[in-house]
């Protein structure tokens, strides 16, 4: 059973950086995609980016391009998303995402605030 447990969020002026760590553990594929999502109060959750656990392919949100980071270490068995430039608007609670043959697996999530 795949878990993960985000770490990282927390409060920061816009403008601002964190860095959003997700461990992972019970991983039994390297074929995963990995995924950030994020929930915002009384909206959906979104994607914010993706990327794959063996290959390069990378993708992000428009909002979020050239502002976030996504990267990931088998060797520590974790994935990261760096935040830069952020912005109020990536207020939410972000949620780490891994899939593997339509099997999708969450963490708990970790909150980051950005005041302006």
């Known amino acids: 059973q795949v878990q993960l447990v985000e770490s990282g969020g927390g409060k920061v002026l816009a403008g601002g950086s964190l860095r959003l760590s997700c461990a992972a553990s019970?991983?039994?594929?390297?074929?995963?995609?990995i995924n950030w999502f994020r929930q915002a109060p009384g909206k959906e959750r979104e994607f914010v980016a993706e990327c794959s656990w063996i290959s390069a392919g990378i993708r992000y949100q428009e909002d979020v391009q050239g502002r976030f980071t996504i990267s990931r270490d088998r060797t520590k068995s974790a994935v990261y998303l760096q935040m830069n430039n952020l912005k109020p608007e990536d207020t939410a609670t972000y949620y780490c995402?891994?899939?593997?043959?339509?099997?999708?697996?969450w963490g708990q999530g970790t909150q980051v605030d950005v005041f302006s």
């Open positions: 995402n891994f899939e593997f043959m339509g099997r999708n697996w």
């Open positions: 019970g991983l039994r594929s390297n074929d995963y995609t």
